[in-house]
């Protein structure tokens, strides 16, 4: 089953979201209006919760979960992710803060307890450590990920543009009837 309760918490749609069926989406989970979680996705909110926001896009094969808490970390990390995020094939987002208009590259890590600001790009294959807090309106590469430049006009324009095709492109799946709502 592609949505799964955990204990006492029913993972919780928006509307028109979309949850493609080879994704698993469990427990203590929310996700926003015109969302989309694709092909092979794991979304795990078992011991903490996680939170996706509006048009916003998690990739093929993303790994999104938390960092419970317990005696190393008494409040442990929730994952919390803004509005208008591209999430790119194969992310792994733990634990960590994401604000809204950002684009996490493909391969990309964001560790534990981060906070990346509005308006970022993650440049593929980075790695954000434990901790780190990524400012708004820069690019972001490597491992560690380190701020290269600040962002152009048009990188600040992609954010919504890639938001609302993401949208349409959710949309036209679920008129093929795949996904759930």
């Excluded at 203590?28 to 794991?42: A, F, K, R, Y």
């Excluded at 094969?61 to 208008?84: C, E, K, M, W």
């Excluded at 919504?160 to 759930?180: I, M, P, Q």
Aim: hydrophobic share 40%; aromatic share 6%; charged share 20%.
């Amino acid at each position: 089953m592609t949505i799964r309760r955990f204990e006492q918490h029913t993972p919780q749609l928006g509307a028109r979201a979309f949850v493609d069926h080879t994704a698993v989406v469990i427990g203590n989970v929310t996700i926003g209006d015109d969302s989309s979680i694709w092909p092979l996705v794991v979304v795990r909110g078992d011991m903490h919760h996680i939170h996706i926001g509006q048009r916003t896009s998690v990739q093929d094969g993303s790994v999104l979960h938390i960092t419970h808490a317990g005696p190393y970390n008494p409040q442990g990390f929730a994952l919390t992710i803004g509005d208008d995020v591209t999430v790119g094939h194969k992310v792994m987002l733990h634990g960590c803060t994401l604000g809204s208009r950002i684009l996490v590259g493909m391969g990309s890590t964001v560790m534990d307890g981060a906070i990346v600001e509005d308006e970022v790009i993650i440049g593929a294959g980075s790695l954000v450590p434990p901790g780190k807090v990524l400012q708004s309106g820069h690019l972001y590469v490597g491992s560690p990920a380190k701020a290269v430049r600040p962002l152009t006009d048009k990188e600040r324009s992609f954010f919504s543009y890639t938001a609302g095709n993401y949208v349409k492109l959710k949309d036209r799946h679920l008129a093929e009837g795949y996904g759930t709502r």
